[in-house]
């Protein structure tokens, strides 16, 4: 589905251009984000829409709402990208989001555009779809973010809810669309310089702090007791699995570089060994008396190697690592849970 939604962010997020634009010509430097405040109306909203539509690895997406105050990005409300197959083919997806903030802007609720969210299977987000998406929103909107929700991180017993962008080095590169070896280098552009993470802030009324603190009040504490559960070897076994997966595609795209590097070196001994064959002819008709060849293109005559795109490359690396902070994390939970349980049994013993 993220690939889908590039084709409909230029038109959906004029408005919300607009306002940016104005924003960053009235403080520039001030637009740059550095904390979201997430209304809990929000969260809900997002949860309750993978519960109704998302389906195992289904992802689901939607868009944020709300606005800009300083350097602090405030999302006040979100509508989900609704789902519909191929039969659909009458279906306007940027209309429909037209429409919806045109009824949200009627009943004075904010509706500038300010990013999207989507779902994630086991933290498995860092793809080309959500850069290409993300880019095309923050190309448009200078402070947009995208929520990543986690909710098989979410069911272990802790909300999965972070906010991602783009960092200004990998925004130039895309701007420029050369993804070569040589201009990420130049760049400097690696995957840990991909997604920076913006801290997040949930905020709720006072009626519903105190609902909360009710409803905390007469929970059973028996229902606590499912968070020192123990069993999670098939969380972590697929966060295995899923990791093994992309370090066999990134040994695959190794070979595939160094291939292309020992196909250079070959190309360039080649040239060499022809312009040394063209100058020993040369020498030889100029004995003669005969005058020398003519130059040739020497590009016609060896045409460099397509070099293979880095893009893929840092995405892969980039995912793997995020897999591998899953997994720390999860392991340090589990490890802290092991020691409390061996306290607990050599106290009863």
């Not at 979410?154 to 590169?173: C, D, F, H, I, N």
């Not at 920076?196 to 007791?225: C, R, T």
């Not at 063209?278 to 020398?292: A, M, V, Y």
């Not at 893929?312 to 690396?317: E, R």
Request: aromatic letters at 8%.
């Amino acid at each position: 589905m993220a690939s889908r939604k590039e084709t409909t962010v230029a038109a959906s997020t004029g408005s919300s251009a607009a306002a940016s634009k104005a924003r960053s010509k009235g403080a520039p430097g001030d637009s740059a984000v550095k904390q979201v405040q997430i209304d809990g109306l929000v969260v809900l909203k997002i949860i309750k829409h993978y519960q109704e539509e998302g389906q195992g690895n289904e992802v689901v997406q939607g868009v944020l709402l709300g606005l800009v105050v300083d350097d602090r990005l405030e999302i006040t409300n979100c509508f989900p990208f609704p789902q519909h197959t191929e039969d659909d083919a009458d279906f306007d997806e940027v209309q429909y989001q037209m429409e919806m903030m045109r009824s949200l802007r009627h009943v004075n609720i904010d509706h500038l555009h300010v990013g999207w969210y989507q779902s994630t299977y086991y933290g498995s987000f860092v793809t080309r779809a959500l850069l290409d998406s993300q880019f095309s929103y923050q190309h448009a909107i200078e402070e947009s973010v995208v929520l990543i929700y986690d909710p098989i991180k979410t069911a272990q017993g802790s909300l999965s809810l972070k906010a991602y962008r783009l960092t200004p080095k990998l925004m130039e590169v895309c701007k420029e669309k050369d993804f070569s070896p040589e201009a990420l280098k130049k760049a400097n552009v690696s995957f840990e310089h991909m997604f920076e993470e913006v801290p997040i802030i949930i905020k709720n009324s006072y009626l519903i702090n105190v609902m909360l603190w009710e409803l905390e009040k007469k929970s059973a504490v028996a229902d606590k007791h499912e968070l020192l559960s123990l069993a999670g070897s098939n969380h972590l076994g697929k966060s295995l699995q899923l990791l093994m997966d992309r370090v066999d595609e990134m040994s695959q795209d190794i070979v595939k570089y160094n291939t292309y590097l020992r196909n250079t070196s070959k190309q360039q001994q080649q040239k060499h060994q022809y312009q040394q064959r063209r100058q020993q002819e040369n020498l030889q008709r100029q004995s003669r008396g005969e005058p020398p060849l003519p130059e040739e293109d020497m590009s016609k005559l060896f045409k460099p190697p397509q070099p293979p795109a880095r893009m893929d490359s840092l995405l892969i690396a980039g995912q793997i690592n995020n897999y591998c902070q899953n997994i720390k994390e999860f392991t340090a939970q589990n490890l802290g849970k092991l020691f409390m349980a061996q306290a607990l049994q050599e106290y009863n013993n």
